[in-house]
Nanobody, 125 residues
């Protein structure tokens, strides 16, 4: 059993930055592949970034490469998403997710076993 809680969302102007956090409780955090997804109104949930159990390997959607950075601190049982150079197109609810089954980063939301409640990110122009 795992609980995930996101925080750090808010309103920011285009070109600004935010850092999202996802705090985990329950099972050993280091055994999970972690991912960030986002969902805008009227759109399907899409992959943003993922990170391996050790933190040594990451994967990003093309739309955020060079702007976003995913990281994790297993001692603190927390995963982060640093978002720089934000664009209005980044506006969405952002979710963190944990994959306990696979030892790889999946871009499919179906691969993930646990989800947080989401945090709203709004980027104004």
């Amino acid at each position: 059993q795992v609980q995930l809680v996101e925080s750090g969302g808010g309103l920011v102007q285009a070109g600004g930055s935010l850092r999202l956090s996802c705090a985990a409780s329950g099972r050993t955090f280091s055994t999970y592949v972690m991912g960030w997804f986002r969902q805008a109104p009227g759109k399907e949930r899409e992959f943003v970034a993922g990170i391996m159990r050790s933190g040594g390997s990451t994967n990003y959607a093309d739309s955020v490469k060079g702007r976003f950075t995913i990281s994790r601190d297993n001692a603190k049982k927390t995963v982060y998403l640093q978002m720089n150079s934000l664009k209005p197109e980044d506006t969405a609810v952002y979710y963190c997710a944990a994959d306990f089954t696979r030892a790889m980063i999946s871009r499919s939301p179906r691969a993930y076993d646990y989800w947080g409640q989401g945090t709203q990110v709004t980027v104004s122009s």
